[in-house]
Structures are given as structure tokens and as C-alpha cells.
């Protein structure tokens, strides 16, 4: 099949997208992937030395994978197969396999488009192996999951995983200049309207055709639709975003990383990003209350208050009004001052209590409600610290052995320039008792 067009079973007569009827001819033709198909470039390079492996095509949505796939059989002289990972299954591969060893016992080469090879499951990925071994069938994957989590280790080490970029606004215009060209007539909008579909069609191109297609219909050259007239004439994109895929991993590590970097203008872009994509707000929620102790900790001990309150205002009002709260500890936690001291004291102390989980507390730390334990020796030579002047006593609390362990180390930060003081006075008078004693 030479391409998806034709396997759909359609005639050529029959009426295409305009996505479709604009894909491009040759390789240089694909915008936005220059990384990827200019002059030095992997593709390139195996074009050139007419040796291509088989990749993994990884990228959002309509940035040219399928294009390029089918662009590089042309381009190798390979028989064109596609399948589609959601519709296809055993029955299908086998067929496809099939024909592709058929071909190969005459010469002729396969190769096998599989779009979201990620829905396949293990054992499914794990069949394509003995064919791209053989070479029976040159793999071409395409998936908007992140590969190192979807496919199968053994599946990617045999396969070139390459990286689509979502297209620039730059990339956007050249698409429509190539729809305006094959319409002969310029797109019937206003300058302000224009950019409002690139910025709607949110780098892919297909999503703009089809947006394009949509106006050439709406209007003639008589008329140049605003940017009202537009919002109101078609539906504005949803943002892409799954809540369980890696959009979600990467938003929320780019929410965090903004709050500890103190950037309340991108934390809030961030939030408002999840939120537009449909994240449950308990969840920012949270995340919220662990980076209040991972990143500020005791530099502002308000700020784990804050979060607690946030989240118990969420769940009160609901959305849209309990969001704001959200909104509010966003700011709060970006703008405190930082401290990891109180996270870095917990991971070392867990690691300490895990290497010696079986020592007991120094016996004059423990209670004595007995008197076989107080003949046992718990609680001698206990001193309660209140007694003392300065309120600190310098006993040893650790088991013994584990004299002068230090964890916390406060940064100096906020409220945590008055924690280092204090812990250098108690410092003081335990080096002061320990010395007498």
C-alpha cells in the first residue's frame, strides 16, 4: 500500500482533508524536524548510507510523524505497511508479517508503520523482535508516550528512539502559507484572528489544517473573520494533557522545581496549566503540602499551615472557588524563604535508624514504672531539663555508641537563621556540662 490514504480502502477521487492532500512529497518538505532530516541528521545519514534501522518516532500529536514514516519507505525504495496499534491485533500482525517475509524471499523490503505502538502490550511488542532481528520488516514506531516507559527494553534496544518537536509558531505560518497556496486564495481572517489559530492549534500542524480547512469553508475572500467571529465559529482545542501519562509527571516536576526556584509567576502558569487540563486539585493539593516541608521546611513553618488550610478549603468549596486557595499556597510556597535542612535531616536519620533499628534508648531516657526496672537501672541519673538553667540538660539521647549524631543542619534561611542560633547556644551548654561531668 503505497500510502495510509490508500489503505483506508478510498479511492483517490474520493474527498480528503486538507491535512492529507498537504502532506509533503519529500523529506525536506517537513517542517519543524530539521534536527531530524537536514543535512547531518539522523535521517539523513541513514538515507545516505542507505541503511535504515528501525526507530521509535516519539512526539506530540500531528508534528509529522506518520509523514516522515511514510516519506522514508518512499525515500529507501521499501514496501509501505501501516497499522494502527488501537484497531490492530494478533490476527493483523500475522498477516502483515507474512507478506513482509514473502517480500523479502523476492528481494523486496517492508516497511511496517505501526502508529501508537504503545497500546500494543508486552507479549504484542515483544512479536515484533524476531522480524526486526531478521530484517524481514524495517520497524517504524510512532507514540506520544515517553518510549523508556511504554515499550519494552528489548524492543527499544534494537530501535532508534528519535524526538519530534512540537511546531513553532514559525513552522505554523509556513503550513498556512502551503494551505493558502493550494486553496489560491488567502485565508479569510484577520491578522489578530490568524494568530489566534496558531496559538489554538498549539504546535500541531494537523490540528491547524484541519482549524484552516474549517475557515476556507466558513468564509470567502469578501469577508476577513475577527478574532471574535472565530472563537465564536469553532471549538477551541482541548490542552494536551493525560493525568496519567507523562504530561502529568512532567507538569508537576515543573510546578515543583518553579516553586523551589522561587518563581511565583511560573508556578502559577504551571498550576493553572494542570488545572486546565483537567488534574484533580486534591492532588496539586498534596503536592503542595509535601514541597511546604521538602523546600521550605522551617525557613517559614507557616508555610505547611498554609497548605493544610488551602487543601481543607479545597475540599469545602470545591472548584472553581476552593481553587483559589491552591492558588494562594502556590504563591506562598514560591515566594518563603527555602530550606531542604528538614527533608535532608529525615533521610539521614532514616537511613541511620535502618542501620541500627535493634539498639535500645540509653537506659536513663526510659521510663521505670517498676520496681524490678528501676533495680534494672531505667530512668538512673535522669535530669529533667526544665530544671536546668538555659532549659538543657546535655544528656546523651542516642543508644549507646551513637554519641553526637547531627542531622539537622538548618540553612540560615527565614526563620531558620534563629533555629541555627539556638542550636549553637545548646551546643554550647552540653559541651559545657559534658565537659564537667
Known amino acids: 500500500m503505497s500510502d495510509l490514504f490508500a489503505a483506508s480502502g478510498l479511492a483517490d477521487s474520493a474527498p480528503r482533508p486538507l491535512a492529507d492532500r498537504l502532506r509533503p512529497a519529500k523529506l525536506a518538505d517537513v517542517v519543524g524536524q530539521d534536527h531530524l532530516i537536514g543535512k547531518g541528521a539522523p535521517l539523513s545519514r541513514m538515507l545516505e548510507t542507505g541503511r535504515l534501522s528501525s526507530i521509535i518516532l516519539w512526539g506530540a500529536p500531528g508534528v509529522g510523524k506518520t509523514t516522515i514514516a511514510r516519506l522514508l519507505a518512499a525515500e529507501s525504495k521499501l514496501e509501505f505497511e501501516a497499522i494502527s496499534a488501537i484497531f490492530a491485533g494478533v490476527k493483523d500482525l500475522r498477516a502483515v508479517f507474512e507478506k513482509a517475509e514473502a517480500r523479502r524471499a523476492i528481494g523486496n523490503g517492508t516497511l511496517l508503520f505501526v502508529d501508537e505502538i504503545h497500546r500494543f502490550n508486552r507479549a504484542q511488542q515483544d512479536g ?70 496558531i496559538d489554538m492549534a498549539d504546535g500541531d500542524g494537523r490540528y491547524l489544517l484541519n482549524l484552516a480547512e474549517q475557515v476556507f469553508t466558513l468564509a470567502d475572500d469578501s469577508v476577513s473573520l475577527s478574532l471574535e467571529e472565530l472563537s465564536a465559529a469553532v471549538q477551541r482545542r482541548a490542552p494536551a ?128 514504672p517498676t520496681a524490678m526496672m528501676k533495680e534494672e537501672g531505667y530512668g538512673e541519673g535522669y535530669e529533667y531539663d526544665h530544671d536546668l538553667e538555659g532549659g538543657v540538660s546535655g544528656q546523651n539521647y542516642f543508644p549507646d555508641g551513637m554519641v553526637g549524631q547531627t542531622y539537622y543542619t538548618p540553612k540560615g534561611q527565614g526563620r531558620e537563621r534563629q533555629i541555627a542560633e539556638r542550636l549553637k547556644e545548646i551546643a554550647e551548654i552540653r559541651a559545657n556540662r559534658q565537659g564537667k561531668s
Open 241 to 368: 494533557y493525560d493525568k496519567d501519562r507523562e504530561e502529568h509527571y512532567n507538569l508537576i516536576s515543573a510546578l515543583h522545581k518553579s516553586i523551589r526556584g522561587s518563581d511565583p509567576d511560573a508556578a502559577l502558569y504551571w498550576f493553572s496549566r494542570m488545572i486546565e487540563g483537567g488534574e484533580d486539585p486534591l492532588f496539586l493539593a498534596r503536592r503542595l503540602v509535601r514541597m511546604a516541608s521538602e523546600d521550605i521546611g522551617l525557613a517559614d513553618p507557616t508555610a505547611l499551615m498554609i497548605c493544610g488550610e488551602a487543601a481543607r478549603t479545597y475540599e469545602r468549596l470545591g472548584s472553581p472557588e476552593g481553587e483559589l486557595a491552591l492558588a494562594h499556597a502556590v504563591i506562598h510556597l514560591a515566594t518563603a524563604p527555602k530550606s531542604n535542612a528538614a527533608y535532608l535531616a529525615y533521610k539521614a536519620a532514616r537511613r541511620a535508624a535502618a542501620e541500627t533499628g535493634s539498639r535500645m534508648p540509653p537506659k536513663h531516657i526510659l521510663n521505670s
Open 128 to 197: 515484533f523482535l524476531p522480524y526486526v532481528e531478521s530484517g524481514a520488516v524495517t520497524l517504524v514506531g510512532a507514540t506520544t508516550e515517553n518510549p523508556s516507559f511504554e515499550l519494552n527494553g528489548a524492543l527499544l534496544s534494537r530501535c532508534a528512539v528519535l524526538t519530534l518537536k512540537r511546531l513553532e509558531p514559525h513552522d505554523m505560518e509556513t503550513l498556512l502559507a502551503r494551505a493558502e497556496a493550494h486553496e489560491e486564495r488567502r485565508l479569510p481572517v484577520e491578522s489578530r484572528a490568524r494568530q489566534a489559530m
